[in-house]
Structure formats: structure tokens, C-alpha cells
């Protein structure tokens, strides 16, 4: 049987789901490439990965706790378990130990990495035709695909050299209203965003804060970065400062731990009314939705995240501090290397920029020309170079002149050999 | 922050979400209780279940048919890796060897359980507003919650007594035209469905496929319980007949291997022709869904379950024949226990009646009373025993009388000890 795509749902047209296609195929097709483009984590602390000892140190702990015979407490592997997740007490506390947030375990939702939080939480908060989400723009193309993929409207709402642009999402709020629609949240990443590496400052955290407050917005943080800060300089997430339940967390172990888990969670402690007068958490509505997306999550990779955190003290901060240290060198080397192979002045064609993120994974770069899927294709091919078009990143289709450059799993002589020759690469193709 | 569910998604007030949240209530209040209520595979077949072995198995054989390191290989189990999957060479072989689908494993796209494989499929068929899908009632709650979430509206077909109301199909397909809008797909269970037990003969099966071709609809197979038929009796399953990709097959190795893996699959091997005159299978496009629903199904648990086909000859057949001794055991044990604890004549109260399936997990049961939330709560708390109601299972709100009695994952003493506590209770309650 065969049909058309205008036959299937809208969302598979989009340039966002197109795009991540496209960038796997590319790097299929050049498997020899240094490439910049995949946010993957460095697989050198996996070193010492013990799958089998992870999981035992979990269900060690799960039948101590549960007073579970060890027979018992193997089961919690093989069956379905709860749709909220079997690892929400050691979620809560590492939430507590690192981030003093003092949550319940009941308002913890394991997910299947952080994508299905960001589903799940907008499934939950958006009703057809009635409720639009606005994003940072650049914005990580997960929680864009996941609102296309529900038919939810999105809102882009641009960066500014301090942060949001709130003006700018305070009239869209209004214009929203004045439709009979409501903007219900803005999914933000406070701390090296990505694709824009950008940190808003502490005052601006609080400004936001406020600002939901008044116009009555739910926040959707994603942390995914926040560990990558260097030593001391790391700030409060919006969670942490959040006294009226006003945001959402969407969590992930991938970068931490290990993205081939697919172990992230949501904490969502805001009150819900039912209309029988009950009271319950987001995080039940969320754990009801998962019934029909996933279920659960699998209690493999839940034992295996859980083990992991148990043998570091219960902390995920304690595990992210060893690996920030690659990430903080990486990112060093990766903006050395710019520096030295595009130097001002006769070395850098006019038009090259890029921004100096002080953490995270990712830089982004500026051209005089279109940074597009043709110019990677070349980049590829006769550089054995990749890296990520930025304007999948927008909502508006600008982004066009911009790239993102991700060091995080790379080694130093791969950054180096890398940046020499994307740096020939522009010196030939920029005018 | 508080507010109230009406300002929520409405699949979050739809009985079917609201059902399983009760049921997983009851079970935790009553956990002393015999529970004939979940349709969880039995744990006796894990005795031999190796976590690190089995991931060991595939290893070997991803490092052997990749020419990858030792080290290499286990980078596997770490990285994100493909949205469309990692085993779909094991699975598309285990298909030929168990159905001779001999499908490619392009058609395959791995998901997190056979769930999420309804909700990537429900979601690339149906566009908002546009595309029905057809179900037959009684019909498994995993595709009508997954249809509410995405706001697919359903239509019911109801089950005769040799199949399928194929003349309501034709009726709603026609209605469905007639409004501008098309019936896209009809989900069947054409082996021991869950909760109703029915089997599709082969005449209507093979009707079945020229229905569909007829009035150009998808068939959305879930054969979760084939393989409990009895030795012989098995009929070939809808993909193996269907000469024309008509069929979506949606799999799981929940039942045969384990649920706590979370593996499930799609063959999908439709052509979609795009806009710029590409072709592509529909797996590709639900592998491009998936990305902005879980990413990628966790690389560990698909090792589990590579490993465990490894280890059977690629089968899943191989495996399932061993675990089908069991469930006909305990089938037949329910279906005698009925027999014995409520005979016919003053045995057994007016107006109660149950069916006798040849296989699966499940047996319906017909009371003159609603089998209700409440009539169920009084059966835990005073009997000490569990059942699922049925009318979550309809669209229309009827089934309000029947219940369903899954037997598949207790014991042979459980099940006698439970309908001889069950029979009491219905002989007090009935009128």
C-alpha cells in the first residue's frame, strides 16, 4: 500500500523532525568526519559502567527499603511497575541533596529521558485550539517537535543580550487573551541553554518568576546543562527559587549518567482540582498520560540510574561535578582553537563570530553566509567536518547565517584537527 | 500553583485514563488480595532470566556482525543510537522465522512496548480533526487512551459471533465520507483479544484484508496473545497473510520475554511518496515521530531482548511454545474452576455467564448486576479478591454487567482459591 505524506499528520512535514533525519544520514554517509554536530555525552566516564553491579546495588537497596526477600526485589525488574516510576524517592533526594529542593517523592514522574517529560507535560497542560506554549528562541528542537507532534501552537519569544525578551512575551500573552486562547507555559533552559549556550543571571530568574506569576504562566525548566558550570559559579534553578509552584522540572540523566538508560523524570507539584472536588499532583495527571505513551518506564534502567546514584551518595551533582571538568576543558580547547585558527583580521573572513557560553556543550557560531544543509553537505564531503544548521532552532525560519558547534564528546586532538579545518573550509567558501 | 483538571487536556477526565488509576489503587489497598485483574505474564519463566548474560549474547553478535571491538560494541548500550532501533535485524528475522513475514528490517521500527508503537502509529495515520480510526469493542484500553491523548476520535465495531461487524464498518466508513472525513485504520486482535478472548477464523481474516482493501483502510494488528494458542491450533496472523502492506503490525516481547525490558515493535512497511518525489516506508516516518517521543528505546533493554532471541535460534515462537504450557494450564484451570464452584442449577446465580476462550490471558464473565467500581471494591475488601470491570473497554458506556478474569499470572491453588471466593461473593451479591 502506499500513499502520500499530505495523507499523514501534519508534524511529519515539519523541518524539525526532518532535520534530525537529515543529520543522521550525514553523518552516516561520513562516518570518518570529526563532528561537532551530535550534543552527545563523553562515553570516558563510562569507564567504569558496571551494569550488572548498578543494578544490584539498586535492588539491594529497594529490598532493604521495601523489606523485599532478594528474590522479590529482583521481580520489581521483570514486571510492568508503576507508570510513576520505581526511583522516585532517590529522584526527590538527589533533587534535595543537590539542588535543596525538598519536593516529594510523589511529585517525581520517571520518564523515558527527558523527551517524554516534555510530552507528557505538554499533553497535560494544553487543550486543543485553547492553550499555546512559548519557547526561548533558539530552542532545543525536542520540545518543538513534541508540541508539533500535538498540534499545540507554539509562541517564540526571542533572546535578549540579558535574557527573555518579556516584553515581547507579555504581548503575546495579551494578543493570546484578546483570541479567547492563553500562552500556559514557557519552556526555558536557564543555564547553557541549548542551542545558544546563553545563562540567565540571577535577577533575571527572579524577574521571570514574577513575571508567571502575574500573567499567569506555568515555567517548564530544563536543566539539562546546569552541571557543566564551572566550580562556584554555578546558579539556583528556577525550581529552587519557586515558591508558588510555578514550575515544571524536566530532568534527564543522559548527560550525567548515560543517555542509553533513557531515564528522566518530571516534578510537577502543582494542584490539581478535580471536578468531584479531590486533589491530586500534576505529576498523577502526568502519570496517567504515560499509561498510554509508554506505560512505564523500563525498572532495568530505572535500577541502573538508581545504583548509580546510590554508590555516589545519593547525589547526581557529585557524579556531574567529575564529568564537568571534561566539559569545561572541551569548551575551553573548542574556543582556543577558534581563536588561534580564525584569528582577527586576515585570518577570519568578515562576517565569522561566535559567542564565548561560559558552560555547556555548545557554541554557536555566525557566517556571512547560509549556514544550510547544502554548505554542510560541502563541509562534510571535502572537509570532514559536521556540524548542526541552526535555523532548525527557530520557529521563524531565521537562524539561517547561524551553526552550533558541540564539543562534548570529542577529544582535544579531535577539537584542534576540527577547528583547522572548518577554519580552512570558511577562508574558502565565505566572500 | 493550583487549578482545576477542566484546564487540563480532556483525555485527563476520560474514564479510560481515570480506570487504571483506580485499579493500580485497588491492588496497592488490597495487596493481600488474589488479583484476577492485571494481564501480567507470568514470573516463572524468569527463573533463568540473566540480566548481564543476555546483554552479553548480543554484544557478542553486534561486535561480530559489525566488526566492531569488545569495547566498541558495548559503546552501544551507552549512546543514544538510532530512533528507529538496534535489534530490527533480530526482530525481522525472528518474524520470518516465526510468521515467514520475510519483511526488511527497514520496515521495523523498535519502541518502548507495543504502546508506544499504537501511539507513533495513531499519530503519523491521523490528522487532526480528519482521520477516524475504527476499533473493535470490547477493545484493549492501551489504543483508545493512546487515541484520546493524540484527540483521534474513534469509532466502534462491534464483535459477532463470528468476528467483526463489518457491516457497521462499512456503515461508519461511508458516514465517515459522507462528513468529509475518512476512516483510516481499524485496530484488531485477531488472536485471543484482550479482554474478550475472540479469534478470528481464517475466512475472516482473509475478509478482513479485502475489506480493507476495499474501502482503503489500515488494519492495525496487535497479536500480542497469539502465542498462547494451544499446539497446532495457531492461525497465521494478518501481516501473514496481507499481500498489499495493508497491515501495521504492532508487537511486544512483553509477554513472551519480559515487560520490565519495555520493548515493543512496528513493521511498517507501507510507501509514503513525499512532497519533492522521494519514497520512504511509514516505519521511517513513525522512527521520525519517535524522536520527539522518547528519542530512542533504551539500546540495554534492547540488548536483553537481542540476547534472549539470540539464545532461542532468533525466535520468539521458540521462546513463547515453552511459556504457552502455562497460561492453557491456567486457562484451563479457570474455565474448571467456574465449572466446578458455580454449577449450573442453584449453583449458580441467574444470569451469570462467562465465555471459553481456547487461549490467551482472559476470560469475560456476564453478571446481573453492574460489575462495577463499587461492586468490585466490596468483592476486595470482603473476599479478597480482584477482577477488572469491563466497561472501560467499551466506547459507548455499555459492558457495564461483564467482567473480565485474567488468569496468567497466578498460581494453580490462586485461581482455585480465588473463584471458590468469587463464587461465594456472587452468590450473596446476585440477586
Known sequence: MRFTRDELHGSLADPVLGTI?????????????????????????????????????????AAERRGL??????????????SRGLINDLVARALDLDQGLGISPDAVVVTVGAQEAMLLTLRALCRP????????????????????????DLVAVDETADGI??????????????????VRALYVAPDFANPSGTVLDLATRRRLLDFAAREDLLLLE?????????????????????EDARVVLLG???????????????VADQTVC?????????????????????????PISQAVIGGMLLENGGSLAALG????????????????ALDRHLPPGAGRPAGVSWNRPAGGFFVRMRLPIPADTALLDECASRYGVLWTPMDQFYLDGSGADELRLSCSYLDPEQIGEGVARLARFLREVCP
Chains 1, 2 share one sequence.
Open 21 to 61: 533525519g537529515f543529520l543522521n544520514e550525514v553523518m552516516a554517509r561520513y562516518p570518518e568526519a570529526i563532528s561537532f554536530a551530535p550534543g552527545a555525552p563523553h562515553l570516558t566516564h563510562l569507564g567504569d559502567f558496571d551494569l550488572a553491579r548498578h543494578v544490584e546495588s539498586y535492588l539491594a537497596y
Open 69 to 82: 526477600s532478594p528474590d522479590r526485589a529482583r521481580h520489581l525488574l521483570y514486571e510492568y511497575g508503576p
Open 129 to 152: 485550539g485553547r492553550d499555546l506554549v512559548a519557547v526561548v528562541q533558539p530552542c532545543f528542537v525536542g520540545i518543538t517537535g513534541a508540541a508539533r507532534l500535538l498540534d499545540i
Open 165 to 182: 525578551d518579556l516584553d515581547g512575551l507579555r504581548t503575546a500573552c495579551r494578543a493570546a487573551r484578546a483570541d479567547g486562547r492563553r
Open 222 to 242: 530544563d536543566n539539562a546543562y546546569g552541571f557543566t558550570a564551572a566550580p562556584g559559579s554555578g546558579l539556583p534553578g528556577l525550581k529552587a527559587l519557586d
Open 252 to 266: 534527564t540523566f543522559a548527560k550525567v549518567c548515560l543517555p542509553g538508560a533513557r531515564v528522566g523524570f518530571a
Open 274 to 298: 478535580t471536578a468531584d472536588g479531590s486533589r491530586r499532583l500534576l505529576a498523577d495527571e502526568l502519570a496517567a498520560l504515560k499509561n498510554m505513551v509508554t506505560v512505564n518506564t523500563s
Open 321 to 336: 561535578r567529575d564529568r564537568a571538568t571534561l566539559y569545561q576543558r572541551n569548551l575551553g580547547l573548542l574556543l582556543a
